[in-house]
């Protein structure tokens, strides 16, 4: 079966009428004339215009309007609705057990890998020490001096080689002997992981000849 617009094409043609002609008939543009013989739908109005185009043609050109406008109905592509699958719809936030459980795992997930960040970077890095005595160029004139300072509580406190004790707060004393030739005091507290921090504090030993 023929399309609508070879119908309208060839039944023009064959009546010699001009498309200019028919428009002077029909007071349709020629474009559209044109249009609609090619079928260029998208180049068309919408559809209840183009029904009244193909009615006033089918006047002009003595067709049958009932068959024009069946062959319109049939030939005239759909056209393609943008349809929004979910218009207006706005999902409300609720606050589910679920949640609370995946919140409380990530929770103490996260409390735990940065406890262990925490302990990681401490058994690494070397010990904190500060030594308030002696002061360096300290004049010793005893045989005798007194070493104290603080460190960490778990760390091993050397002072020029000897074991010294430290408190379960950090702080430490040592005593030791001074000679005549003793010119510095070396302090060193080591981590359990072996990282050392050091102190070297110069005296200048003012012993009696006596």
């Known amino acids: 079966m023929k399309s609508i617009g070879k119908v309208i094409q060839e039944t023009r043609t064959k009546k010699k009428l001009s498309r200019e002609r028919l428009e002077e008939l029909t007071k349709i543009k020629k474009e559209f004339i044109e249009n609609l013989e090619a079928e260029r739908w998208e180049s068309l109005p919408e559809y209840p215009v183009v029904r009244g185009f193909v009615k006033n043609i089918s006047s002009a050109l003595t067709l049958g309007e009932k068959r024009m406008t069946a062959l319109l109905r049939r030939d005239y592509p759909p056209k393609a609705l943008s349809v929004n699958p979910k218009p207006d719809v706005v999902e409300k936030f609720s606050w589910s057990p679920r949640l609370t459980f995946l919140v409380g795992v990530f929770s103490v997930t996260l409390f735990i890998l940065g406890y262990l960040i925490f302990q990681y970077i401490n058994f690494i890095r070397p010990p904190n020490l500060l030594v308030s005595q ?77």
Do not use: C, H, W, Y
């Open 134 to 210: 002696p002061q360096d160029g300290q004049a010793v004139d005893t045989v005798a001096l007194n070493v104290v300072g603080k460190t960490d509580p778990d760390a091993i406190v050397l002072v020029n080689n000897q074991p010294t004790v430290v408190e379960e707060d950090g702080t430490f004393m040592a005593e030791i002997d001074i000679f005549e030739g003793t010119e510095e005091i070396t302090i060193i507290s080591r981590s359990r992981s072996g990282k050392e921090t050091v102190i070297r504090r110069k005296i200048k030993p003012e012993l009696s000849s006596e």
